[in-house]
């Protein structure tokens, strides 16, 4: 009894605590600042998608939203409780966001591409220290032939010490925001080196559009 009394009194003092500290950080995976792409993609960006890869494209210990949203602290859950905005459609307003402030894309209504970004594991380790790890595929298709512009994996970190926040759950979301954040900005970083192989890939399916069919008699 003197046990389950002790116990019952460490989780209600942890509530206490956790209930007086300040509001955590908000969800905010937009990149302090984007540069204005220097290299341009003559296509318009008609739209993104950030979602699960499926089952047998993840690695690793693959992506579990649940223990995700867990690890982050159940004050904060979104899908699993089925309320707020999913983190996957919260990643994709911070890649529109990213994307428009670099005009890296023109408004090109003859070719229109989509972004389709597959999360295919989320990892984290450490108490004092916490570290999350994001593992994306980026993909750019040309919406019109559904050919490939651009493919590319990119994984990032983020981290959070223990000075930062006296919470796990806290120091938990503030990695996992910046693991996400470097995951955008290194996807931009990505884009731009390619935009001339994308340009000229861009152009080939242009030229496969125009082609006249031949009749068969």
């Known amino acids: 009894m003197k046990v389950k009394a002790i116990a019952a009194v460490g989780i209600v003092a942890g ?27 003559d296509v318009e960006l008609r739209n ?27 004050q904060f859950l979104v899908s699993s409780t089925g309320t707020g905005v999913p983190i996957t459609r919260q990643w994709e307003v911070a890649l529109d966001s990213a994307l428009s402030e670099s005009l890296m894309f023109t408004d090109n209504p003859e070719q229109r591409v989509s972004l389709v970004v597959e999360v295919k594991e989320i990892d984290y380790s ?16 040309d919406r019109r032939t559904g050919k490939n512009l651009y493919v590319q994996d990119i994984r ?42 994308v340009r000229q890939l861009a152009q080939r399916e242009r030229v496969v559009k125009t082609m006249p069919t031949t009749a068969v008699d």
Request: proline content about 5%; aromatic content about 6%; overall charge negative.
């Open 15 to 41: 509530l206490v605590t956790l209930a007086g500290c300040a509001s955590p950080p908000p969800i905010e995976f937009n990149p302090q600042q984007v540069s204005i792409a220097r290299e341009k993609i």
């Open 126 to 141: 450490g108490l004092a220290t916490v570290s999350m790890e994001v593992f994306a595929n980026y993909r750019l298709m």
């Open 156 to 197: 990032s970190l983020g981290e959070a010490r223990a000075g930062e926040a006296f919470i796990g759950a806290v120091r938990s979301r503030i990695a996992f925001v910046r693991a996400v954040r470097a995951n955008i900005e290194a996807f931009l970083a990505s884009l731009e080196e390619q935009a001339p192989q």
């Open 48 to 74: 993104i998608a950030v979602r699960t890869a499926p089952e047998e494209k993840q690695t690793g210990n693959g992506v579990n939203w649940h223990h995700i949203e867990n690890g982050i602290g159940d």
